[in-house]
């Protein structure tokens, strides 16, 4: 039973604070970790709000853009001492992430080119390959569900290699995903059509505005990487390119990916290949969420200012989105035809993140040392359950001593 009692505004925004300091500073292992820790501390330990509460919650948070952690966080805080609960809960589980983050940046930036750090990193990567390996195939099996989504995801990811830019993907593979449920409830039973559990005229007009800000945003396909990086983007650039990825993002932090290839190495050229790999490692490495990448990212762009606005960009739309959009949100999530749009935007995510993860290994796995990291990564994360930080560690420290070998 949830807790009735509620003490002082300013007692519990005290809590809410110690609480998702301390959980952002050690919720290692991903999103799925991440939900654990908080369902513990706020279900069984606390009983600041019920089960079905903390699942009705964790339903909103999977429909909108963001980081799932993240926004539960947003939630919790908002439900436990409103507005200002929901600023307190959410900055306090970031900033941890943000700060460590950081300061692996900085001394990537100092340090980076050395041997030892080279060799790390190398390590790093490789184990980071393995892991979001695993991610794809779990949440493949999940998100696949019958023949249509199959052929859905096959299509994305051809689409994503020929440069189709991730949020056309997305958005054109959910609609398409409506679609296909028109026709299909059409040729059921067109009564269906009528149904008025998600009016049409009200869904439709904000799917065509949304469509319309993504084009003109990111364009329809981004161009090729010139190979080479560009001058440093000014803080407004690097602060805009961030929030509008945190505006759309579905599907998680491995999805990012997918954005940021596109986006910072191929569209515009401010990092190469080989600095995004490195970023990707850093956020699986380091607690909270993984999309404190951009705060490593903004900092190699910008220093710490660049940190600061990358940081500040990509979540301030969660909590714009849990604040506006949740009683909206509960009410979409039982309509079929919101469930046909997310289903096949699972799986054009899985697929994004597939197609990253390729090119992404084609420059970690070069020699048997990076192969036999990600190998054994494999195995220990799929028999023993390890948690990913600690594989990422293990290969950091694996580089290290195969470079003392050599």
Known sequence: MADTTLPPLPARLRELAALFLKLGAISFGGPAAHIALIESEIVRKRQWVTRQQFLDMLGAANLIPGPTSTEMAINVGFVRAGWAGMCVAGASFILPAALITGAFALAYVRFGARTQAVSVLGGIKAAVIAVIAIAIWRLGKTAVKDVGLAALGIISLAAFFL????????????????????????????????????????????????????????????????????ARPSLASIALFFLKVGAVLYGGGYVLLAFLEQGLVRQHAWLTQQQLLDAVAIGQFTPGPVLSTATFIGYILGGVPGAVVATVGIFLPSFFYVALLAPVLFRLRQSPWMAAFLDSVNVCAVALMSGVTFRLAVDALRGWQAWGIALVSLVVVLRWKVSPAWVVLGGGAAGLLLAAYR
């Not at 028109?182 to 059509?193: C, D, E, M, T, V």
């Open 163 to 230: 440069g189709v830019n991730p949020i056309v993907i997305l958005f054109g593979g959910g609609l398409l995903g409506m679609l296909a449920r028109q026709i299909a409830s059409f040729r059921a039973s067109s009564a269906l059509l009528l149904s008025p559990m998600l009016p049409r005229s009200a869904f439709v007009p904000c799917v065509t505005g949304m469509w319309s800000f993504w084009l003109r945003s990111f364009g329809m396909v981004a161009p090729a990487a010139t190979g080479a990086v560009v």
